[in-house]
Structures are given as C-alpha cells and as structure tokens.
C-alpha cells in the first residue's frame, strides 16, 4: 500500500517549490519532503479558506441561512419527544412557520407535541416535520458527496490502529456521523464515499478534541471552531486520498470562515499527519 508520506506528495498537484529547497546542498530529504508538504498544505488551505468565505458572500447560502433561522434548536427533552412521537422527523417547525416558508400542513396530518417554557410554566405546542407539509422546496446547501470509493477501508483501519471503534449510528436522523470519545458512530447506507467524508471528519474531532491531543480543549472551542478544524482537517486527508470534498459548504453553514481556518492551520497538519500515518502504514 502507498505510504502516508507518498500521498501526501500526491496532493501536491503541481504545486511548485521554491527553487532554494532545490538548490540547498544542506537539505536532507526529509527535510525537503517536510517543507514541500508544508508548502503545498498551506496553499491547499488557503484555497480552502477563500472558497469558504466565496460561499458565505452568495446569495444562495444566504438564501438557505434565512431559511434555517426560522428553525428553532430545540431542547434535548424536545428531541425526546419528536423521536417519540415520530421517529422519521428531520425539520420541524410550528404551522405559521411552514406556511411563511411556502409551505401548507397535509390533510389529516397528526401534530407532535413539545413544551414551551412561558413565565407560567410549560405548555404544550404543536409542530410538524417537513414531511407532513407541501408546498415550496426549502433553499439547500449542497455537503453531502456522491460516489463509491474502495479508499474508505484504509480510513477505517487507520481509526482502528488509533485505537477509535467504528460502529453504526441509530436514530438521530439529522445525523450522518458523530465522534463520543473513543467510538465513531456513523449512519449505515451511506454512499462510500460519503462514508469516508464523514469518517476523516469524526477521526479529525477524535485527535484534536477528544482524544489524548485534544482533551480538555475541545470543551473551550465553539461550534464554529471546532467544526472548522475538523472538516479543514477532512479535506486535507480526502484531497491526499484523492477523493472529493464539499469541505467549503460545510464549514460555512457552522459558521466557519476563512479567518478560522487560518487559525487552525498547525492543528490541521498535525491531524492530518496522524490520520495518513495510520491509514496508510
């Protein structure tokens, strides 16, 4: 199998080095090799950051950003009780919201029922997933990748000799995959390729916000932060692997941006390294 650091000079992708690295007598080739991943991780991720920021300017992301704020988070008790009461539901919203989103209810739809907290107490409210409604189609972001790939198995392997366990996620239906601290969870029928998307991007939240690298840390980072880490991290791997990625999409809809992703770039690397040296190896 091709080594960690032969795919890493795969993804240089004509990415020239500057001549001195050439040039230099003094230079050991590990040396060289180290400077020129280094080289062409930066400009990886600096096209990364700017395609991030490109997306977060469109009027399409804008679009699908107004829409998912009329979507409220709800409480984990909530959760509870959609799953429930209707285990299939993914976007749930009240009656005046769908119908403010072009949407109408279903005849003879069956309402679920959440609490509301007022200065009384809670009361009862009622929702309906999508799929009980009709009408205008919501603003989508594209995130998820099409495609079969053998490349996925060297993924898995690689969690395994980090010591993480794969295993299929059940329920949570607005879930693909999820990283608890030594377990991957991940949801079965997904397309290979999107499986190994995910899977680089739970390894990446394991090494750099779970795990023995990443204790503690992980807690004092946001959202934001720590899915611009991971899903930067992901696409470095991917790109290595020669697979593709919808890495810009994603981590603008977390809230990421350019800036974050420049902040992140020695996590990145070190994550990256650690994820190719145990797939690979």
């Given at each position: 199998?091709?080594?960690?650091?032969?795919?890493?000079?795969?993804?240089?992708?004509?990415?020239?080095?500057?001549?001195?690295?050439?040039?230099?007598?003094?230079?050991?080739?590990?040396?060289?090799?180290?400077?020129?991943?280094?080289?062409?991780?930066?400009?990886?991720?600096?096209?990364?950051?700017?395609?991030?920021?490109?997306?977060?300017?469109?009027?399409?992301?804008?679009?699908?950003?107004?829409?998912?704020?009329?979507?409220?988070?709800?409480?984990?008790?909530?959760?509870?009780?959609?799953?429930?009461?209707?285990?299939?539901a993914v976007r749930v919203a009240g009656q005046r919201t769908w119908e403010r989103l072009g949407r109408r209810l279903l005849?003879?739809?069956?309402?679920?029922?959440?609490?509301?907290?007022?200065?009384?107490?809670?009361?009862?409210?009622?929702?309906?997933?999508?799929?009980?409604?009709?009408?205008?189609?919501?603003?989508?972001?594209?995130?998820?990748?099409?495609?079969?790939?053998?490349?996925?198995?060297?993924?898995?392997?690689?969690?395994?000799?980090?010591?993480v366990r794969v295993v299929d996620l059940e329920g949570r239906l607005d879930l693909v995959g999820a990283s608890v601290g030594?377990?991957?969870?991940?949801?079965?029928?997904?397309?290979?390729?999107?499986?190994?998307?995910?899977?680089?991007?739970?390894?990446?939240?394991?090494?750099?916000?779970?795990?023995?690298?990443?204790?503690?840390?992980?807690?004092?980072?946001?959202?934001?932060?720590?899915?611009?880490?991971?899903?930067?991290?992901?696409?470095?791997?991917?790109?290595?692997?020669?697979?593709?990625?919808?890495?810009?999409?994603?981590?603008?809809?977390?809230?990421?941006?350019?800036?974050?992703?420049?902040?992140?770039?020695?996590?990145?690397?070190?994550?990256?390294?650690?994820?190719?040296?145990?797939?690979?190896?």
């Open positions: 199998m091709t080594g960690a650091s032969e795919l890493r000079a795969t993804a240089l992708q004509s990415i020239v080095i500057p001549g001195g690295y050439r040039e230099s007598l003094v230079v050991s080739d590990e040396a060289l090799n180290g400077k020129a991943e280094m080289v062409a991780l930066r400009r990886h991720l600096e096209a990364l950051a700017r395609n991030v920021d490109d997306v977060r300017q469109s009027e399409e992301f804008g679009r699908f950003m107004d829409a998912m704020a009329c979507f409220w988070r709800y409480s984990p008790f909530n959760q509870w009780m959609i799953r429930q009461q209707l285990p299939t005849p003879d739809v069956k309402p679920i029922v959440i609490l509301a907290r007022t200065r009384k107490g809670f009361v009862p409210v009622l929702v309906y997933d999508i799929s009980q409604t009709a009408g205008a189609p919501l603003p989508v972001l594209d995130v998820v990748v099409e495609g079969e790939t053998d490349r996925v198995a060297c993924l898995e392997r690689g969690a395994e000799r980090l010591g030594g377990e991957i969870r991940i949801r079965a029928g997904l397309s290979s390729m999107e499986r190994a998307a995910t899977l680089a991007h739970e390894l990446a939240h394991e090494l750099l916000h779970m795990g023995r690298g990443g204790a503690g840390r992980g807690e004092r980072l946001s959202v934001a932060e720590k899915e611009t880490e991971a899903e930067a991290t992901a696409y470095v791997v991917l790109k290595a692997l020669g697979l593709p990625s919808k890495a810009p999409a994603y981590i603008a809809w977390q809230g990421g941006s350019g800036e974050l992703i420049y902040q992140a770039m020695s996590r990145v690397q070190r994550g990256e390294r650690s994820i190719l040296e145990a797939a690979t190896r």
